[in-house]
């Protein structure tokens, strides 16, 4: 049975107040293409979380480093992606492990897919630990690059364990076609259908 449609949050600008009400005891997608600010707009979340509550908050970094790739991981002269740090006062569990990034690192569609199946192996991994015990509140960035090689059922039953969850994820068309992207976007789309509410950027 199809559930009822998840909730449109229209994105606040940069500048205005974001508070932590409408996003507790639910689970926020956050979407958009490159460069859209998917990962600044779940750091402005977490920092509302960290002003009206004393935490402790998880948060899983999936976003890979790309500083190696010089200008095959900037658009337009700025990096891709970005990892979510919250503020040094707040209580704050980070986990994070060495990610890839499949479509700017392989040579070809066979490279792509091998470096997504290792990237789903350590995710996986930091996941089992990251979960060791219970979570209430949970943020998760970049976890469409799980979504590459891994299920989303997975996905899916990690997010729903925590009461609240804030998620981003890529769901675009600069980073080009191809297998891999299209399993990346059907996961996606199926986040899209099970979460509370959504927000695309």
Do not use: W
């Amino acid at each position: 049975m199809v559930g009822p449609k998840p909730a449109l949050l229209t994105a606040c600008a940069a500048t205005e107040p974001l508070g932590s009400a409408s996003f507790v005891g639910r689970f926020t997608l956050i979407t958009g293409d490159v460069k859209r600010g998917k990962t600044r707009l779940t750091r402005r979340v977490l920092e509302a979380f960290c002003r009206d509550f004393p935490g402790p908050f998880t948060v899983i970094d999936l976003a890979p480093d790309l500083d190696h790739l010089g200008s095959r991981g900037r658009i337009d002269g700025l990096p891709i992606g970005g990892a979510l740090i919250g503020p040094a006062d707040c209580r704050i569990h980070y986990h994070h492990v060495r990610i890839t990034a499949p479509r700017l690192e392989g040579a070809d569609e066979q490279e792509r897919q091998a470096l997504a199946g290792d990237n789903r192996v350590r995710i996986e991994r930091l996941f089992e630990s990251a979960f060791a015990t219970p979570i209430k509140t949970l943020f998760i960035n970049d976890c469409s690059l799980y979504l590459q090689a891994g299920p989303v059922a997975v996905l899916l039953g990690r997010i729903r364990s925590a009461a609240t969850a804030v998620i981003n994820g890529y769901y675009g068309r600069m980073l080009g076609p191809g297998r891999l992207s299209e399993r990346e976007r059907r996961g996606m789309d199926e986040l899209m259908a099970h979460c509370d509410q959504s927000i695309q950027l």
